[in-house]
């Protein structure tokens, strides 16, 4: 075993516990409550690894450090953050462990500190290319959890403004010669699609094909998406466009929205509202409420260049209507109202809060036993994992976290030392003890989130995305801050 990781779990014969540092490890206590417990405590003990790599669950550690139940013994507490919902036992979890990570125990030792001195020399316990994979493993899984993609079929007659519709909203995710010219990837489906959002195109019925083949087509279609067994792949969203100045609801049209759909996730949009006339429009809606469709799910657009009209209630309609993991990158997907985009930058305030305090939590529990200042490099991997999760919060995409995030992350190494704690906080002391890791972690976390939201914003304003420089008198004002706060 070569190489532990945070949240790596642990087993020493009788009980399992997750590794915070080479000093601690989170597990239950005799009482059954969670606890802090010295790793010499635990020793001696194994990892379940692959390749000499633990298998680590940050996840499952972070929200240990929130429990508040008592269990009969840590195969519970495990039980429950791993949430397993099968009969439960030591031999299951290496069972599913090998089966879905390849996993088995490892021995491992725990690296004793060199003194030289009586003094413990200053050794970081990550390098900065480990720090930098670590990152980049957190942020793809806060972005599979933060940015997850939705989509969106756009369904309706030939000529009913869907190309327009989509470019109004989405701008040009669609060419300026669709539709028909997409990928066709299944079942004669147009799929558009970037990295935030998916449409497929239903290439448009004829007037006068043949609708029960459509119907047909389509069912088909929508069956296939939605027995996927990864719900990232279902259509979470029905934009069906019917074009006002026809006037005309058919019989296939109400097929589709009320029995090949869910109700509940279609969107009626009339499109070319400003070509058609107020007693087409009234009669239309009267049409589909008769037809059992909520009122609140109508929408009447026009397209970008007659105005956008209704385009920004469609767009708001479609972000409360999806699923709420597909909301983010909806969010930031769409081109029709800025203001909305700047606002839900805004509205992400208290979901980075909630990543922060789950690591304020872990990082106190890691500092219950208390941690030589020169020891404080324990604490990257929460602050790594924390960082991580803002920037995929916050949807900072790669050239961003390239170009902003990363070199801030590479020099967390040496912020840790304890020479640069010394200097940053001025009358520490010798250890960091559990107030003092959770402050500097919180601090940390209001410090990045403040420069991840400012980036976010400028990325939407259209202003070029400065670097995150380590600030050391805005960083103390934070820690002031979370201190008082605490």
């Known amino acids: 075993m070569n190489r532990l990781r945070f949240g790596a779990l642990l087993y020493n014969g009788k009980e399992l516990g997750f590794y915070l540092s080479h000093r601690v490890v989170f597990t239950v206590y005799g009482s059954g409550t969670v606890h802090a417990m010295a790793m010499h405590d635990f020793m001696p003990c194994k990892v379940f690894a692959v390749n000499g790599v633990a ?26 953050t791993l949430e397993f919902l099968e009969n439960f036992s030591f031999e299951n979890l290496e069972k599913m462990l090998k089966k879905w990570y390849g996993a088995e125990l490892e021995n491992f030792i725990i690296p004793v500190p060199v003194q030289e001195n009586n003094m413990q020399t200053e050794e970081n316990t990550m390098e900065e290319s480990e720090v930098i994979k670590e ?33 109004a909203i989405l701008g040009n995710i669609v060419p300026d010669d669709a539709i028909g010219d997409g990928r066709p990837k299944t079942m004669g489906y147009d799929c558009y699609e970037n990295e935030l959002v998916c449409i497929w195109d239903s290439k448009g019925l004829e007037s006068g094909e043949a609708e029960e083949e459509f119907t047909i ?20 969203l029905v934009w069906y466009t019917i074009q006002g100045s026809g006037a005309r609801v058919t019989d296939c049209d109400l097929n ?25 429009k009234k009669a ?133 030392a304890a020479s640069s ?21 919180g601090a940390m976390g209001m410090f990045v989130r403040r420069n991840f939201e400012d980036i976010a914003i400028a990325k939407i304003e259209g202003r070029s995305v400065n670097p995150v420089f380590f600030d050391v008198e805005l960083f103390r004002k934070f820690y002031d801050e979370y201190k008082k706060q605490k």
Do not use: W
């Open 55 to 80: 298998v680590s669950f940050p996840q499952a550690l972070t929200t240990a450090a929130t429990i508040s139940d008592k269990f009969k013994n840590s195969l519970e507490f495990v039980k429950k």
């Open 135 to 167: 990152f980049n493993e957190k942020y793809n899984e806060a972005r599979g959890k933060f940015g997850k993609r939705p989509n969106i079929l756009v369904c309706g007659y030939t000529g009913s403004g869907k190309s327009s519709l989509v470019k």
């Open 217 to 236: 087509h389509t069912r088909s279609f929508v069956r296939e998406k939605q027995q996927d067994p990864n719900v990232d792949n279902h259509i979470h």
């Open 256 to 280: 589709l929205i009320r029995n090949i759909f869910n109700p509940e996730h279609v969107i009626v949009v009339v499109t070319k509202a400003d070509v058609t006339r107020e007693s087409q």
């Open 284 to 416: 239309l809606m009267e049409a589909l409420k008769n037809a059992g469709i909520p009122e609140e799910h109508i929408i009447f657009t026009s397209d970008a260049e007659s105005g956008a009209v209704g385009c920004k209630e469609l767009m708001k309609l479609s972000y409360e209507m999806l699923p709420e993991a597909y909301r983010d990158a909806f969010m930031e997907a769409q081109r029709i109202d800025m203001e909305a985009r700047i606002q839900a930058i805004h509205d992400k305030e208290g979901k980075a809060k909630a990543i922060i305090t789950a690591a304020v939590t872990a990082a106190a529990a890691a500092g219950a036993v208390p941690i030589p200042l020169s020891d404080a490099a324990v604490l990257i991997p929460l602050q790594i994992t924390m960082i991580a999760s803002l920037a995929g919060l916050y949807g900072l995409r790669e050239e961003a976290v390239r170009q902003a995030a990363m070199p801030f992350v590479a020099k967390l190494v040496g912020i840790f």
């Open 421 to 441: 704690i010394l200097k940053l906080l001025p009358g520490l002391g010798s250890v960091v003890n559990a107030t003092v890791a959770g402050t500097l972690t």
